[in-house]
T-cell receptor, first 115, second 112 residues
Framework: EPEVTQTPSHQVTQMGQEVILRCVPI?????FYWYRQILGQKVEFLVSFYNNEISEKSEIFDDQFSVERPDGSNFTLKIRSTKLEDSAMYFC?????????????FGPGTRLTVL | DAKTTQPNSMESNEEEPVHLPCNHSTISGTDYIHWYRQLPSQGPEYVIH???SNVNNRMASLAIAEDRKSSTLILHRATLRDAAVYYCILRHPRNTGNQFYFGTGTSLTVIP
């Protein structure tokens, strides 16, 4: 069964450093998303991406964040200058369409720890 | 997207049916009802969705009230693997980015 993969599974970084989280969505999917979950809290939407541009973003997704689809398979989330409060689990998701009934397939997540 | 209300936690005995309720009194006529679950240390996974009629799939059943102001996710025989947080989410057609807004969900404990 096709699945979304994410690397690395755990990333430790120093405050102020740049990090790039990588995702490989399901191959025939065209719509991509990033969510995050701070430990013990709910899953929060960050950004949705289609046709090489951002469709929607939350207020969490400020100028420190960017997304990119550098080639035909990867989808990346970059945090330019990490803060302690960026420590969270980051989930990538993809879907085959944007109809209300289209399910999203989530990856296993990358745990980001900012020291 | 319209708000949903779920109990914080529920318990079930293994191999018994589980009924997970969700209230969505402000649902609009075009909102789809989605259920996702999150197993411990994993990403959310799709369970089921519906609009007006009851739905069945291999994982669960979704019973939707006639006025659509509430719905119930039914796991027919709970297993230990079903222990997870279950999220009831509404998605509106104005939701241009197609994203989901997760609430706090219901944490289901399955007792052996």
């Amino acid at each position: 069964e096709p699945e979304v993969t994410q690397t690395p599974s755990h990333q430790v970084t120093q405050m102020g450093q740049e990090v790039i989280l990588r995702c490989v969505p399901i191959s025939n999917h065209l719509y991509f998303y990033w969510y995050r979950q701070i430990l013990g809290q709910k899953v929060e939407f960050l950004v949705s991406f289609y046709n090489n541009e951002i469709s929607e973003k939350s207020e969490i997704f400020d100028d420190q964040f960017s997304v990119e689809r550098p080639d035909g398979s990867n989808f990346t989330l970059k945090i330019r200058s990490t803060k302690l409060e960026d420590s969270a689990m980051y989930f990538c998701a993809s879907s085959g369409g944007t109809s209300q009934y289209n399910e999203q397939f989530f990856g296993p997540g990358t745990r980001l720890t900012v020291l | 997207d319209a708000k949903t209300t779920q109990p914080n936690s529920m318990e079930s005995n293994e191999e018994e049916p589980v009924h997970l309720p969700c209230n969505h009194s402000t649902i609009s006529g075009t909102d789809y009802i989605h259920w996702y679950r999150q197993l411990p240390s994993q990403g959310p996974e799709y369970v089921i969705h519906g609009l007006t009629s009851n739905v069945n799939n291999r994982m669960a059943s979704l019973a939707i009230a006639e006025d659509r102001k509430s719905s119930t996710l039914i796991l027919h025989r709970a297993t230990l693997r079903d222990a997870a947080v279950y999220y009831c989410i509404l998605r509106h057609p104005r939701n241009t980015g197609n994203q989901f807004y997760f609430g706090t969900g219901t944490s289901l404990t399955v007792i052996p």
